[in-house]
């Protein structure tokens, strides 16, 4: 049996979800859900919570749907809402403690991941952090945000922006160095 979509054309789509079509907003949810939920994930270590979240971001969606205007990606406006969303849920839950000390910037040498390497840990690594950190860690290595955009974001200075992510990427290679030598026997 051959499966036939009922829209393929996102524009279409969007404009029908816009209309209240119940199957378009359905087809909308279905089609995002899953990589949102990864992104609400990267914030929010609960799985739980951050499904709560993904669905508040998909509420906040499709209420704003006609303040899409297709001059980017939509699969990236809906990211950006559910980035906000997720944010928003941590500072609401007072979970975020940004830590104001400044390091020098001496950027470490990059953390590189073998491809043997389990991604569940590396999440689990990520997951650790302080939430600071993490949410810095994530909002620009991950999501690929600039500290400025994410000082605006954070209301945070840029400096501390950068001592956040400096400070994230020391610890995670120091548990990655720390798994390598557990890794070998040689500890």
Not at 52 to 72: Q, T, W
Not at 119 to 138: A, T
Request: proline content about 2%; charged content about 25%.
């Amino acid at each position: 049996m051959k499966i036939i979509s009922f829209y393929n054309n996102e524009k279409v789509l969007i404009r029908k979800a816009i209309a209240g079509h119940p199957n378009a907003q359905r087809a909308i949810y279905e089609k995002f859900a899953p990589k949102m939920l990864g992104v609400c994930r990267q914030y929010i270590k609960d799985l739980h919570y951050a499904e709560d979240v993904m669905i508040n971001g998909f509420v906040k969606v499709f209420k704003s749907l006609n303040a899409f205007r297709h001059e980017g990606s939509f699969e990236g406006w809906i990211r950006q809402i559910m980035v906000r969303e997720a944010i928003s849920y941590l500072r609401k839950k007072q979970f975020v403690v940004f830590d104001d000390e400044v390091y020098e910037y001496n950027i470490p040498n990059q953390i590189t991941f073998s491809s043997s390497m389990d991604i569940e840990y590396i999440q689990r690594l990520i997951d650790n952090l302080p939430e600071g950190y993490k949410m810095v860690f994530v909002l620009y290595a991950i999501e690929g945000y600039k500290h400025s955009e994410i000082a605006e974001m954070l209301d945070i200075t840029e400096s501390t922006s950068k001592s956040q992510l400096f400070k994230a990427r020391r610890l995670l290679q120091d548990k990655l160095k720390e798994q390598s030598i557990l890794g070998y026997g040689t500890h």
